[in-house]
């Protein structure tokens, strides 16, 4: 898969930085302190302003001939639609209807920086551009930690992704990570979601509403988690009821949960075996989970899980790793098993049956 990161002419670079670690396939700027939102947008090449155009097309019906100043075919402007425009390159973005609103860049940072009280309390840790820059995204970490026990710390981020081409809102997510693994710790807990969505037809009231209603979330989540981590990592879990949990996390479908809860253990794929296999010894002998908190503990059951697709797991590359943890089967697997650990802390291995 290509890496896609928009390629800043003007600049001369790739629209991408990261704080210290590597950059994404090698493109873009490392640099070493956490930048303010102005450093971030100029790291990342998102110095750029985004206008709505009127949308025309041809009439060929009525194409009057050649003229001293060659053909002339007279214009129609199409109605209630315009494109999206980048204004220092002249690039077309994509068509949006008469409602739409752009959304600058800076004003994605601004969303971030009025969320905790401006630069002081976010540290911007990645952002960059993809396409021709009609996508953005921003990840930030958040001060304070989610704490498991005295030493085994979870940090706190905010993801944005953004659009210019009109495919969809402005998405702001709260994702935790371990510290000890770098395990994204991805969960919705039953009746909370722990993102929003934010409309390019909304007012700028509006649109501020909704960032702070995501801080709201996020210190929910944060207080919840904390309170549910703390106690799965007081509750035992025996390595057979590991197993049982890892599989039930694991099934890819309603044919494996059959055989598995009708006993039917030997008509399950070898694949399938092998994964369950994976995560099972990474759940045994990964340091990470040699941790008090995680070692023998519901907790580890689940960094077992999300800890196999963050560091164990193949994927074609560090995009497809990303999408999957973020939105695709990774993040499916982790809340079937944030769920089935959340039952199990309830009933005990009879919630596995």
């Not at 209630?80 to 994509?94: C, I, K, N, W, Y």
């Not at 106690?231 to 890892?246: A, C, F, M, N, Q």
């Not at 030997?266 to 399938?272: D, I, K, N, T």
């Not at 960094?303 to 499916?332: C, H, P, W």
Request: aromatic share 10%.
């Amino acid at each position: 898969m290509a890496h896609n990161l928009n390629y800043n002419e003007q600049a001369g670079k790739h629209s991408f930085f990261s704080v210290k670690e590597k950059a994404w396939h090698g493109l873009g700027q490392i640099i070493s302190q956490y930048p303010t939102s102005a450093e971030a947008i100029q790291h990342a090449c998102l110095d750029y302003t985004v206008e709505k155009r009127p949308l025309f097309t041809y009439d060929t019906a009525n194409y009057t001939g050649n003229t001293e100043d060659g053909i002339i075919i007279p214009e129609i402007e199409v109605p209630d639609f315009f494109a999206t425009v980048r204004t220092d390159s002249e690039q077309p973005l994509g068509v949006v209807g008469k409602d739409y609103e752009v959304i600058q860049n800076v004003d994605t940072f601004s969303f971030f920086d009025s969320i905790v009280g401006g630069n002081g309390g976010i540290m911007y840790e990645t952002a960059g551009a993809l396409g021709k820059g009609e996508r953005i995204f921003i990840t930030a970490k958040l001060p304070d930690y989610i704490k498991v026990g005295r030493n085994d710390c979870i940090e706190k981020y905010l993801f944005l992704n953004a659009s210019h081409d009109g495919t969809g809102s402005i998405y702001i997510a709260f994702t935790p990570v371990r510290i000890v693994c770098q395990n994204t710790l991805n969960a919705a807990m039953r009746n909370h979601v722990n993102h929003v969505k934010i409309r390019h037809t909304a007012s700028a009231t509006d649109k501020l509403k909704e960032a702070h209603k995501m801080l709201g979330i996020t210190n929910q989540l944060s207080t919840e988690l904390e309170a549910i981590f703390n106690r799965w990592s007081g509750v035992r879990i025996t390595d057979p009821e590991l197993k049982k949990l890892i599989q039930l996390a694991m099934c890819p479908n309603k044919e494996t949960h059959e055989k598995l809860t009708t006993g039917k253990h030997a008509e399950l794929s070898s694949q399938f075996n092998n994964v369950v296999s994976s995560v099972f010894d990474y759940a045994m002998t990964a340091p990470s989970q040699q941790e008090n908190t995680a070692k023998g503990t519901l907790f580890g059951a689940y960094n077992a899980v999300t800890g196999y697709f963050q560091n164990v797991r193949n994927f074609r590359d560090e995009e497809s790793k990303f999408k999957s943890i973020m939105g695709g089967t990774g993040l499916q697997r982790n809340q079937t098993a944030f769920d089935l650990c959340t039952d199990f802390a309830k009933h005990g291995a009879n919630s596995l049956n």
